[in-house]
């Protein structure tokens, strides 16, 4: 069966900081993959997708980056956080025709 | 611009009692609906979707039902129990689309 690994569960990080936070799938081949935020009192939005290796589509505008450097492994990192990053991040994968399915989560507080 | 809507932030019944839970939409290309369910520090979990080819989806005590003309979709809970005390999204893809639109979520409180 299909499951999906995210972690850190909790950080907390100054401004200013970097960040690098990890997902990886495991019991499927060549998922797509996705990473979502949810902010306080708002929905999930979705940040970055990949349909594959190496290709990154952007959402939104903002300081965050995303990388796939292996099929089932699917980074979101930032060179600088600024308060506005905090929030509970989701990675998720799905099949071509399937619904997404979540991790548990990385609650991100920048202070 | 929201193209998927919860207009109702929270909602609470009674345990035994049936839950409705709502969802606009607004893009009439979406013709893929999911429900996802979501415990407080934990990733949503798929609970049940439709396809818009159809108007009602059951599964258990779910059911999903569809009014394509109005836009608007529904996930009832029969009987409701108190472990069904979550947030609940809606969610919609539009054809050889990857992404999905999720609303705000609806906050579901099953009183025993």
């Known amino acids: 069966s299909q499951t999906i690994h995210q972690w850190p569960a909790t950080l907390v990080q100054p401004v200013g900081s970097p960040l690098s936070l990890e997902c990886t799938v495991e019991?499927?081949?060549?998922?797509?993959l996705y990473w979502y935020r949810q902010a306080a009192g708002r929905g999930l939005q979705l940040l970055f997708y990949?349909?594959?290796?190496?290709?990154i589509s952007s959402e939104v505008p903002q300081n965050l980056s995303a990388s796939r450097p292996q099929d089932r492994q699917f980074i979101l990192s930032s060179k600088k956080l600024l308060l506005s990053d905090s929030g509970f991040y989701l990675c998720?994968?799905?099949?071509?025709?399937?619904?997404?399915?979540f991790g548990n989560g990385t609650r991100l507080t920048v202070t | 611009d929201q193209q998927v809507k919860q207009n109702s932030p929270s909602l609470s019944v009674q345990e035994g009692r049936i839950s409705i839970l709502n969802c606009d939409y607004t893009?009439?290309?979406?013709?893929?609906f999911l429900w996802y369910k979501k415990y407080p520090a934990e990733g949503p979990t798929f609970l049940i979707s439709?396809?818009?080819?159809?108007d009602k989806n059951e599964d258990g005590r779910f059911t999903v039902f569809l009014n394509k003309s109005a836009k608007h979709l529904s996930l009832h809970i029969v009987p409701s129990q108190p472990g069904d005390s979550a947030v609940y999204f809606c969610?919609?893809?539009?054809?050889?689309?990857?992404?999905?639109?999720f609303g705000k979520g609806t906050l579901l409180t099953v009183n025993p």
């Open positions: 998720a994968w799905s099949v071509s025709g399937g619904p997404l399915h």
């Open positions: 019991g499927t081949s060549n998922p797509n």
């Open positions: 990949s349909v594959g290796i190496g290709q």
């Open positions: 893009n009439s290309m979406f013709d893929y």
């Open positions: 439709i396809s818009s080819i159809k």
């Open positions: 969610a919609a893809s539009s054809p050889g689309n990857y992404k999905l639109t």
